[in-house]
């Protein structure tokens, strides 16, 4: 039980700032390299959750993976509100 | 070794990010609730892994967790450059 909410928090975590960073188009506090090695990190746990069959740690990962997705494409996107 | 390095990514890939709030003390962009998130989800994977005697979990989300511990508290800080 305590793994599965602690996977909830983990997982979830970023859905509040890939909003804000749609919603706001804001991006200059975040730290690209940051979220490059997240999308890269959870990249690989879903690597290893498919080799393992371990379904938990694929979906968790998936779904923070893309978040982190979002949140580094909306960082790296150059025309963005901020910059005008 | 798959999960060694993801783990080495997802645990690590808050350094640029803590580094960059010392620095800039820029934290507009950053969701407190998602540091918040992650905070409270580490902190449950640690006590998960204390529980079960998991040493690389244990490890991997205590230093993760005082990295997002840190970017939190610099995002509640009141007074900083950014406001003035």
Chains 1, 2 share one sequence.
Not at 37 to 49: Q, R
Request: positive net charge.
């Amino acid at each position: 039980m305590l793994g599965l909410v602690a996977a909830f928090f983990t997982t979830t975590a970023n859905i509040p700032q890939a909003i804000k960073v749609i919603k706001t188009s804001s991006t200059k506090s975040i730290s690209a390299l940051t979220y490059a090695m997240l999308f890269i990190g959870m990249a690989l746990w879903v690597a290893y959750g498919i080799i393992r069959n371990d379904i938990p740690i694929i979906l968790a990962n998936s779904i923070a993976g893309v978040l982190c997705g979002i949140i580094l494409v909306m960082k790296l996107l150059p025309n963005k509100k901020e910059h005008i």
